[in-house]
């Protein structure tokens, strides 16, 4: 049975993240994904294919993975270990909608051949690698070279204000 024709009985459909650093924005996705068909399954990157992408996720896979599986909604967690997997992943959970966030959009137009590609917008003012990038300046090498930059602008504006 084609997609075409289980439109009428169910709609399932899926989208991979790495979801590391869980937030309001992953949250918000899983919901409007949940209410777009009555089966969601979400592929959650492995912590090698991450490696492979040059990203390191802060949480391990097994943890992201239960986070994202005991949300409701979630019919389905399974692993994203490869590009070349979602066609194979599209065809094995007749999935009728392939959904990932517009910051990849015209990425996985070829998937339409084996179901409907959308594009969601991302949650504006939140990610997880604006987190880290928050998370880094709190390591102490980091509050080191904080403390100094604070330091200078002191004294910088220590001197404009013997100037006036």
């Known amino acids: 049975m084609s997609a075409d024709e289980r439109r009428g009985e169910s ?23 949940a209410k777009l068909g009555d089966r969601l399954i979400v592929g959650v990157s492995t912590d090698e294919f991450n490696a492979g992408k040059g990203k390191r996720s802060v949480v391990s896979y097994e943890d992201r993975a239960a986070i994202v599986s005991a949300i409701r909604g979630v019919d389905l967690v399974l692993p994203e270990e490869s590009w070349e997997q979602k066609a194979d992943d599209i065809e094995k ?3 009728d909608l392939f959904v990932m966030g517009d910051d ?8 339409e051949e084996h179901c409907e590609v959308l594009y969601l917008p991302r949650t504006v003012g939140v990610s997880s690698t604006e987190i880290k990038q928050m998370l880094t300046a709190l390591d102490p090498v980091h509050l080191d070279e904080l403390q100094s930059a604070v330091t200078v602008l002191t004294k910088l504006l220590t001197h404009y204000r013997d100037l006036t």
């Open 11 to 33: 709609r399932t459909v899926l989208t991979y993240g790495t979801f590391d650093l869980f937030h309001i924005g992953h949250l918000r996705l899983i919901e409007r994904l």
């Open 93 to 95: 959970y007749d999935v």
């Open 104 to 111: 990849w959009r015209g990425k996985f137009d070829h998937l």
